[in-house]
């Protein structure tokens, strides 16, 4: 099983994006979910969790300009970001949120730059 993110792109420090992240899978209800990043040369880092009841956490660097939110309904999991740095410029998955991830996709590219 995999998760597809989607929605990235260029845009100026204090901008904003929302990225998208889908699957087929038919559980998705249940799932425990997050959004990471990964920069050249460092590890992938989860930034931001949403548990199957909605709860969300979030790394110290983002808390207050990131929310994940997520549709059962469409399979869908969100990243909206908001006033956007240029440290935030990665490129962004989406995978389980737990002891076990499924294959990372593709990832979408995030570049923040004036």
């Known amino acids: 099983a995999q998760l597809v993110a989607s929605g990235g792109g260029l845009v100026q420090p204090g901008g904003s994006l929302r990225l998208s992240c889908t699957t087929s899978v038919r559980s998705f209800s249940v799932l425990h979910l997050g959004w990471y990043r990964q920069t050249p040369g460092n590890e992938r880092e989860l930034v931001a969790g949403?548990?199957?009841?909605?709860?969300?956490k979030y790394a110290d660097s983002v808390k207050g300009r990131f929310t994940i939110s997520r549709d059962n309904a469409k399979a869908t999991v969100y990243l909206q970001m908001s006033n956007l740095k240029p440290e935030d410029t990665a490129v962004y998955y989406c995978?389980?949120?737990?002891?076990?991830?499924?294959?990372w996709g593709q990832g979408t590219q995030v570049t923040v730059s004036s």
């Open positions: 949403i548990n199957n009841g909605g709860g969300a």
């Open positions: 995978n389980l949120d737990g002891p076990l991830r499924w294959s």
